[in-house]
């Protein structure tokens, strides 16, 4: 699935990213713990996290993750988006919780990790 | 080729954890090593620098990359570790709630470095600090079998 669809599912607003809107993901995580998102070695990884921090975007970085959803639109400061920016990451704001998101892109098809 | 960097990081600033591991992971794409090396590099150095920001005053990391491999030494002034070997097992954590705050401090971060490097070197002294050995090979066949 595009970049571009999971904005339009979730209902998301792009924060950055514009350059990204046409690339492929295929596997979402949803996680708060950063630790556990530099366990997987999944390429084509979305992230959804409630965790609004630089660590949340440098553990994206790490993890050649292209893509992140912060939910309940939690707001992005501008370091994360500048950080976010030099790495070629987009990030997208959605108004849905974890839950919520999580469901819809699994049932638009995002495979799970495990 | 020899290529040596030298890193300062501060104890308990947490908008800069990360920093080096981003300026590393910058280097290592420079050189075309192979996408899957980088990663587990950078992972295992990530939790070792926020290690660092977590618990200690401050520290050096030091980076030396040659043809073969690459070696990261990251030495801190801290309160040092009492029992290594407690330290990996899944879920042991002496983190504050502000560094769980950060996403850090569930016991994960020993195990993730172990499994994201080919060597990983520990040494400690209780009341002077820590120092934690990294060495990842550019030839990628070790790659998940750890």
Redesign the interface.
Same mark, same amino acid.
């Given at each position: 699935m595009k970049i571009k669809e999971i904005v339009s599912l979730t209902n998301g607003s792009l924060i950055t990213g514009e350059e990204n809107l046409e690339q492929l993901i295929e596997r979402a995580f949803s996680s /708060?713990? +950063? #630790? /556990?998102?530099?366990?997987v070695?999944s390429d084509k990884l979305l992230l959804l996290t409630g965790?609004v921090? *630089?660590?949340?975007i440098?553990?994206a970085? +790490? #993890?050649?993750i292209c893509c992140v959803v912060f939910v309940r639109n939690k707001k992005v400061s501008e370091?994360m988006v500048n *950080?976010a920016r030099e790495?070629r990451i987009a990030i997208i704001q959605t108004p849905y919780s974890m839950f919520k998101a999580s469901g819809i892109l699994y049932s638009a098809g995002i495979q799970p990790v495990y | 080729m020899q290529m040596h960097f030298e890193y300062s990081v501060e104890g308990g600033n947490f908008s800069q954890a990360g920093l080096t591991s981003s300026q590393v992971k910058k280097t290592l794409k420079q050189l075309n090593v192979n996408g899957a090396v980088i990663k587990r590099t950078v992972v295992a150095l990530y939790e070792a620098e926020v290690n660092i920001v977590a618990h200690a005053y401050g520290g050096t990391i030091l980076v030396d990359i040659d043809e073969e491999k690459i070696v990261i030494e990251l030495r801190d002034e801290g309160p040092g570790i009492e029992d290594i070997g407690k330290t990996m097992e899944i879920g042991y954590s002496t983190a504050t709630p502000e560094v769980r705050e950060m996403g850090f401090g569930a016991g994960m971060g020993l195990s993730n470095m172990n499994n994201n490097s080919d060597l990983l070197e520990i040494t400690s002294e209780v009341g002077k600090g820590t120092c934690v050995k990294i060495i990842n090979h550019f030839k990628d066949d070790n790659n998940g079998n750890k």
């Open positions: /708060d713990l +950063m #630790s /556990d998102v530099l366990t070695r965790l921090n *630089i660590q949340a440098r553990t970085e +790490m #993890s050649d370091e *950080i790495n | -």
